[in-house]
């Protein structure tokens, strides 16, 4: 929803042992909320308000997807790979997919956006970690190309150009987002299994993974 909420820890002291998957696991079941405070009671309403919390459990099937540990960066491995020929279809694609992603984060909330990614990558089969290195050599030309349009840098709009760009190729690498609190800051990238493809890998480790698309 491109909306971030912080939760003072003191706050949540009280309330986080009633959180199934939270830091803290109880040691009994728990099934009334009479045993919470009036404050844990009242944070907990508020955090079910802002769509944070859910008081069922969620639907049979669901689960979060926790990112592969980055343990490198595209700088580690092109120097290995051969480039991919320079072609005006590839010039073409690079263009297509920034095109792509400036329109849609001018009149697609980010929600939707996300939805379409996520829509469009459950379609398609699996990518297999063989193909990681073509996805390197993909996002070299990439970056390569991407100065040529003097588009700002953002972190959200590079990442879903390489995603469109990438999904041209059936290549369907992750979206992770993350945060960092004091000070508190969001930012997103592209990995590859564990590698990550449009930044420093010293960089993203500063980051809590809190989505992965």
């Given amino acids: 929803g491109d909306n971030y909420l912080s939760v003072p820890r003191e706050d949540l002291a009280d309330l986080a042992p009633w ?24 944070l907990a309403a508020e955090l079910v308000a802002a769509g944070i919390l859910r008081e069922s459990p969620p639907e049979e099937g669901a689960s ?9 960066d595209l700088s580690s491995a092109r120097a290995s790979l051969d480039s991919p ?3 005006p279809h590839l010039f073409l694609s690079i263009a297509t997919s920034l095109t792509y992603a400036r329109r849609a984060l001018r009149s697609t909330h980010i929600s939707g956006i996300v939805g379409n990614v996520a829509e469009r990558k459950r379609a398609q089969a699996s990518t297999e970690p063989t193909e ?5 050599q993909l996002t070299g030309a990439f970056l390569d190309f ?23 190729f059936n290549l369907y690498p992750d979206w992770i ?6 000070p508190f800051n969001a930012h997103c990238w592209v990995q590859a299994g ?5 930044d420093d890998i010293e960089h993203v480790r500063n980051y809590t993974p809190i989505m992965t698309v």
């Fill in 132 to 136: 990681w290195n073509r996805a390197v």
């Fill in 64 to 72: 979060v997807r926790n990112p592969a540990y980055p343990v490198s």
């Fill in 85 to 87: 020929k320079r072609s």
């Fill in 146 to 168: 991407r100065p040529m349009f003097p588009w700002d840098y953002r972190c959200l709009f590079d990442s879903l150009a390489l995603i469109r760009f990438l999904s041209l």
């Fill in 177 to 182: 987002f993350g945060v960092q609190d004091d």
């Fill in 19 to 42: 959180i199934h998957g939270g830091p803290f696991t109880p040691r009994r079941e728990i099934s009334a909320r009479t045993h919470l405070s009036v404050a844990a009671t009242e």
């Fill in 194 to 198: 564990t590698r990550v493809l449009n």
